[in-house]
């Protein structure tokens, strides 16, 4: 997958519901930009079919939000104050202070 465009990304499960475990980390995308792969799992474009989801695991069928991260952190639909949002060790440093404006923490 070298050369192809990458990007950190807010990543969130809604297969159960409206709110799900949800992510910050590194994707890569596909040559077309209809697919991307993250954490060995290929997610496709759903095309407006969602409810709230944007794109499926190719292999499970289950619906995921995607989207870029937003600088002020409200990354979620639906806000959960019990619901964290993890964010992937390899990117941590380039979220906060590029992202997020927070400087390396």
């Known amino acids: ?5 990458t990007r950190i990304m807010y990543i969130e499960d809604k297969s159960a519901g409206l709110n799900g475990p949800a992510r910050i980390g590194r994707v890569t ?3 077309s ?4 792969h993250y954490g060995g799992r290929l997610f496709q474009r759903l095309g407006g079919d969602g409810f709230k989801a944007n794109y499926y695991d190719a292999e499970t069928g289950d619906h995921y939000w995607i989207s ?3 600088k002020d952190g ?3 639909l639906y806000p959960s104050s019990s619901m964290a949002v993890e964010i992937d060790a390899d990117v941590q440093n380039e979220y906060w202070s590029e992202i997020r404006g927070c400087g390396a923490r």
């Not at 997958?1 to 465009?5: E, I, L, N």
């Not at 930009?33 to 991307?36: A, K, L, V």
């Open 33 to 36: 930009g209809q697919s991307i």
């Open 1 to 5: 997958m070298s050369g192809k465009k």
């Open 68 to 70: 870029g991260p937003r």
């Open 74 to 76: 409200r990354d979620r």
């Open 29 to 31: 995308f596909s040559k």
